[in-house]
């Protein structure tokens, strides 16, 4: 049934020998791998907004025509991370994420911290993507407003189940919301320069547009500095063309760097025309409401327009997360290769995707959600510093890179993209973690580390294991001696069967049993002596109806007073016919086997009887 259900849910098993089919042309890589980065047109403008607005409390609030220079800044830096990833995606066609860069070039340290910040990132990118999807559609029905952590919670699990799918399969599904969401925001765009400009629509909060700036002071840098960090969110999921460039068809590098400048692009356009057409129609950040939608009431009204604009803004939200559904399991079989992680992260499940990689993320992106009760404003400020520095360690071992392999002829030019590249991104690290540090930055700042930290005691694990079963200066193994334990608890056929295979690997055996309610075993060593007389029994009384505590005492007496090298307990359990019918049943075997684990010089065995009825 299990069986049949998984297949129903995820699809029949793929060959290994298709793997190469799974690749994507540009067409269909761009909804995969854009989603998550154009996205955040949807809510960048307003954490800027939001950022200006902060003061108002002190009398400080900011005029909102200052989202205009903030954006263009972040439009600039835009371009700037774009044109020092290109470089990054013809250097290391196999994929060039921050991890694999800094790795080869800066080191271990380095690479672990980039790897770290990208998979903390990728887990806040559906925690946030997945609860601003729904905020889009909570804003529109809210009447919703209060069921949004359920929502989300499902929203992730349909988006797990779609991504084990395979794929292919999630780029056909995915794709047409992403255009459906770049065609709005479009439309949004002209439509609302066309009445702005040709219709004389009124501005609908004009005394916010109309603000005079405050004299320049501490405060006001302050305020301009967190609404460019929080305006930050708009890059973030650039760097995941350079992450997922192993999707793409060949030609390899000139696919993936093509779409990343097509990403930038689009990303830029969106969020300079949302940010103008905003202060352009005095649009301010309001409780229960986006500031998209409330941009697209004032361009469309009410209408099935702005009902389309808001669908697909959920759609792109929520597909930002996708973008996580497809770097970060690749990141984590990269890192598990490397013995950072679980080796369970590096290997494929039935469809050629990283299962258990895509399980973990929607776990831990789903504890998030609960954490924050859906909440973006309280998780945009986690959101941004993992990202920039993994920008930041990617330019800089980009940098390292071109000192040793480029040509003269080319040497600076490359040198000196990545170089500003790394130093931009850097200063924006500092200004974000500085003013988003007490608002939540400072939990990523102590994750980072910590995550680090893992990784090396998960490397270090894997190594002494290695040395563990190293065969250097290892002696040929003798044959073993070992003593066999049978525990029982009456005479059966299942008993009998135990009793044989014990006898069977062993020349020396003991059945045992446990007297827990003090009555007089002589029928049991009756039973004994017709069918098992050259197998001697032993009766443990246990006056406090103890099964394990007297069993486990025996068996590492024998254990520690005999010289042979182990001990095989050989346990006698059934296995039902039907899967509910072993709940009828106690669990003395299972819960046997898992006290007796961590014994050493111990060997468990089941005998198992295959119930028939």
């Known amino acids: 049934m299990v069986r049949s259900l998984k297949k129903w849910l995820i699809g029949t098993p793929l060959e290994t020998a298709v793997l190469h089919e799974q690749r994507l042309s540009k067409k269909a890589a761009l909804p995969i791998l854009a989603s998550d980065n154009l996205s955040s047109a949807a809510y960048a403008t307003e954490e800027i907004v939001v950022g200006l607005l902060a003061g108002a409390s002190v009398g400080m609030a900011l005029p909102l025509y200052y989202a205009i220079p903030i954006g263009l800044a972040i439009g600039l830096l ?55 999807g729904i905020a889009a559609i909570t804003s529109a029905i809210p009447a919703l407003y209060s ?30 919301p992403v255009y459906l969401f770049i065609g709005c925001a479009f439309l949004l765009i002209l439509a609302g320069l066309a009445r702005y400009f040709f219709s004389g629509v009124a501005v609908i909060h004009p005394v916010a547009a109309a603000t005079p700036a405050p004299p320049w002071n501490p405060t006001m840098v302050f305020l301009l500095l967190h609404a460019f960090a929080s ?43 949302i940010t103008v057409l905003s202060y352009f129609y005095g649009i301010q ?49 990269v890192m598990a290769k490397d013995r950072f992680l679980p080796r369970q992260l590096s290997n494929f499940g ?48 980009m940098v390292v890179h071109w000192l040793r392999t480029a040509e003269k002829r080319l040497r600076r030019l490359r040198i000196g993209v990545n170089a500003f590249g790394a130093a931009t991104t850097f200063v924006v690290l500092v200004v974000v973690a500085f003013v988003k540090f007490l608002e939540g930055a400072w939990v990523i700042a ?20 290695g040395l563990e079963f190293s065969l250097t ?29 014990a006898r069977s690997i062993s020349k020396d055996v003991i059945a045992v049993t446990i007297n827990v309610d003090q009555a007089d075993p002589e029928k049991l060593e009756q039973q004994w002596e017709e069918w098992a007389p050259d197998v001697p029994l032993v009766v443990l009384d246990s006056p ?49 086997k898992a006290a007796l684990l961590f014994q050493p010089r111990i060997v468990v065995v089941s005998v198992r009887q295959h119930l028939r009825r």
């Open 78 to 132: 835009t371009g700037v991370v774009a044109i020092s990833y290109g470089q990054t995606l013809h250097a290391y066609p196999t994929g060039g994420g921050a991890y694999t860069v800094a790795k080869e070039n800066l080191g271990i340290t380095p690479a672990l911290v980039a790897g770290s910040s990208l998979l903390v990132d990728y887990v806040l990118t559906v925690a946030v993507s997945v609860a601003a």
């Open 350 to 397: 039935d469809r050629l995707v990283f299962s258990n990689g895509m399980i973990v993320l929607a776990a831990l992106a789903g504890l998030l959600v609960v954490l924050f009760q859906a909440d973006v404003h309280l998780l945009i400020p986690l959101y941004m510093v993992g990202v920039f520095v993994a920008f930041t360690l990617s330019q800089a071992g």
């Open 473 to 501: 200066d290892y002696e040929k193994p003798r044959d073993l001696l070992h003593t066999a334990i049978v525990p029982v608890a009456g005479m059966n056929r299942m008993v009998l069967a135990a009793v044989e295979y």
């Open 147 to 176: 069921h949004r952590v359920l929502l989300s919670l499902l929203t992730i699990f349909v988006i797990l189940l779609m991504n084990l799918r395979g794929v292919r399969e999630s780029a056909a599904v995915f794709s047409g």
């Open 285 to 333: 950040p309001r409780e229960g409401e986006t500031m998209l939608s409330q941009l697209g009431r004032a361009v469309f009204g009410a209408g099935p327009v702005y009902y389309t604009l808001q669908v697909a803004t959920m759609a792109i939200l929520v597909l930002a997360a996708n973008t996580s559904f497809a770097d970060f399991p690749r990141l984590a079989s």
């Open 231 to 273: 305006g930050c969110a708009a890059l973030t999921g650039i760097e995941a063309v350079a992450n997922g460039v192993t999707i793409f068809k060949p030609p390899v590098s000139r696919n993936a760097s093509t779409v990343l400048y097509i990403l930038a692009t689009l990303l830029t356009a969106m969020f300079l025309g």
């Open 446 to 465: 102590v994750a980072i580390p910590l995550l680090v930290w893992i990784c090396l005691q998960m490397r270090r694990h894997y190594f002494e294991v």
């Open 544 to 592: 406090y109806r103890s099964i394990h505590r007297p069993l486990l005492q025996f068996i590492q007496e024998v254990e520690r007073w005999r010289d042979d090298d182990v001990v095989t307990v050989v346990v006698p359990e059934f296995v039902a016919k039907r899967w509910w019918h072993q709940f009828l049943h106690n669990q003395t075997s299972l819960l046997l």
